[in-house]
């Protein structure tokens, strides 16, 4: 074990001990951990993996959304020109269509 020593501190590789008039500070060292130890399935052998990942490819379409993400409402119009009021480039949804709430597909947006 090395040790260095000095009047107010003494170094060892397993702990540092501070000493001052009145309080003694003590601390260890975190250990490095030797991995992740979570739960977990056991790995796949490596063949195996690839036709996991194979299979998982082809049944995920591209651009495919999870169920749960939110979508945009559809627009009420088509085109640059709104038919109701005739604002070119505007909006395609109405925001205060709920009353006084400014919303876009239910998510408020006046706050």
């Known amino acids: 074990m090395l040790m260095l020593k000095n009047a107010t501190t003494s170094l060892s590789m397993r702990s540092v001990i501070i000493r001052t008039s009145r309080r003694t500070l ?3 060292p975190l250990r490095a951990s030797g991995g992740f130890n979570r739960p977990g ?3 796949l052998p490596p063949q195996e993996q690839k036709e996991f990942e194979k299979l998982v490819k082809q ?3 591209k651009g495919d959304m999870h169920p749960d ?3 945009k409402p559809r627009p009420e ?3 640059e020109e709104n038919p109701n009021t005739g604002e070119v480039g ?3 949804n109405d ?4 009353e006084k709430e400014w919303t876009y597909g239910g998510r408020a947006t006046d706050f």
């Open 69 to 71: 993400a939110r979508r």
């Open 95 to 98: 925001p205060l269509k709920y």
């Open 26 to 28: 003590t601390t260890t």
């Open 90 to 92: 505007g909006p395609k």
């Open 59 to 61: 049944k995920q379409k």
């Open 41 to 43: 399935p056991p790995p």
């Open 77 to 79: 119009f088509q085109g």
